[in-house]
């Protein structure tokens, strides 16, 4: 889904903020590795990696408790992977976004016979607000904080974001709405964001910010470029048949793409898509 991909975008865009808040202490030397790893592939979409000093922080986000494996079994699997590949110690955080059915268990640990694996959960839904208000990059995490008054504190969010500077105001608007669509109703975002609901599309939003900045022409130009790299990152190296089609696909099937491309796996889902244009 598009709002875990969207704390990946903004764990590996802030590295250092993200990393600082989910160990409790400042960093200072954070760097993000591949999510790439060893043996045979992995579904690592919404996972981030960082390196930090003599360790590895694994951060994974999730919308939903249920996964396929079964999470304490998926992250015994990282572990594994990542020792095996870094020899260092490992931090592992699951950022959980949404609260589970009542009297649902959140397990932070895998175990099995003589085998015993911890990690950490953080409950979105339990967390401070303040945390998240004070710092931008984290500010579009606030809408899920723990609160009495949800309407009052997604105001209090608004209010922030209307204070950063016009260029990181647009982007970080676009996040937070994005993510505050899991828990408010989209007719009440739009009426406490000046600038209404955006598109639920992390790519659509970056380019329509470079598009305001540097002109409509430059702007569309900027879009089908980036659109075919994350392409290229999804789906893996395009055809010269397939790029020329979708460099040549109009303004509006280009943004259409951009949304609808954060659910391809594969060749064949973008194959499948253009297909629709005939």
């Not at 589970?100 to 397990?107: G, H, K, L, R, Y």
């Not at 694996?117 to 303040?130: A, C, D, K, L, T």
Request: proline residues 5%; glycine residues 4%; hydrophobic residues 40%.
């Amino acid at each position: 889904m598009s709002f875990d991909n969207l704390c990946k975008l903004l764990s590996e865009k802030h590295p250092v903020t993200f990393a600082s808040w989910v160990l409790g202490k400042p960093q200072t030397d954070v760097k993000v590795l591949k999510t790439e790893l060893s043996i045979e592939p992995i579904r690592a979409d919404y996972v981030t990696f960082l390196q930090l000093q003599e360790r590895i922080l694994h951060l994974e986000f999730q919308t939903k408790l249920e996964s396929t494996p079964p999470l304490p079994l998926r992250m015994l699997d990282y572990w594994v992977r990542l020792y095996r590949l870094y020899r260092l110690p490992i931090t592992q955080v699951v950022v959980l976004l949404l609260p589970p059915a009542p009297d649902t268990v959140i397990e932070t640990v895998f175990s099995v016979e003589s085998t015993r694996h911890e990690y950490r959960v953080i409950s979105m839904w339990e967390e401070n607000p303040q945390i998240f208000l004070n710092e931008p990059a984290l500010l579009p995490l606030a809408t899920l904080a723990a609160t009495t008054q949800p309407q009052a504190l997604l105001q209090q969010v608004v209010e922030r974001v209307n204070q950063l500077g016009l260029g990181e105001r647009s982007q970080i608007s676009a996040y937070t709405q994005i993510l505050a669509g899991l828990k408010y109703k989209k007719d009440l975002i739009k009426q406490l964001f000046r600038e209404g609901m955006m598109r639920e599309s992390v790519i659509y939003q970056e380019i329509l910010a470079e598009g305001e900045q540097r002109g409509e022409q430059r702007g569309e130009q900027r879009e089908r470029s980036l659109i075919l790299r994350q392409l290229t990152r999804r789906v893996g190296e395009l055809s010269q048949p397939v790029r020329e089609r979708v460099e040549n696909l109009s303004l509006e099937q280009l943004e259409n793409l951009g949304e609808a491309l954060l659910d391809f796996q594969t060749m064949a889902d973008l194959d499948t898509w253009l297909s629709t244009l005939q």
